[in-house]
Nanobody, 122 residues
Framework: QVQLVESGGGLVQPGESLKLSCEVS????????MGWYRQTPGKERELVAG???????IYSDSVKGRFAISRDNAKNTVFLQMNTLKHEDTAVYYC????????????????WGQGTQVTVSS
């Protein structure tokens, strides 16, 4: 069965950095588009960053220039480097493995991790 396991969340102060990791097992990692989403109470889950199987990346406007998504196909792992964190980045972050096609990152399909909490607080 497909499993996605996130790690790296925690409590940091504004301006600091965190790096999230998501290791995928049970499937062929390299063919999937991988995304990082986040959700706060009372709000819908939103796409933060995505990376296609070929390496093309997309970012939400709120994190562009501060976050960087990358993947290591040899380790079946996707990363999210988060720099210059702000209070509003506080959320549960979820890793997603989506089919890489014309609807990638559109319908929140595919497989999900259990989520990791990121809290930015002074």
């Amino acid at each position: 069965q497909v499993q996605l396991v996130e790690s790296g969340g925690g409590l940091v102060q504004p301006g600091e950095s965190l790096k999230l990791s998501c290791e995928v097992s049970g499937t062929v990692f390299s063919v999937y588009a991988m995304g990082w989403y986040r959700q706060t109470p009372g709000k819908e889950r939103e796409l933060v960053a995505g990376i296609r199987s070929g390496g093309t990346t997309i970012y939400s406007d709120s994190v562009k220039g501060r976050f960087a998504i990358s993947r290591d196909n040899a380790k079946n792992t996707v990363f999210l480097q988060m720099n210059t964190l702000k209070h509003e980045d506080t959320a549960v972050y979820y890793c997603n493995a989506d089919k890489d096609d014309d609807e990638t990152f559109t319908y929140q399909r595919g497989y999900w991790g259990q989520g990791t909490q990121v809290t930015v607080s002074s």
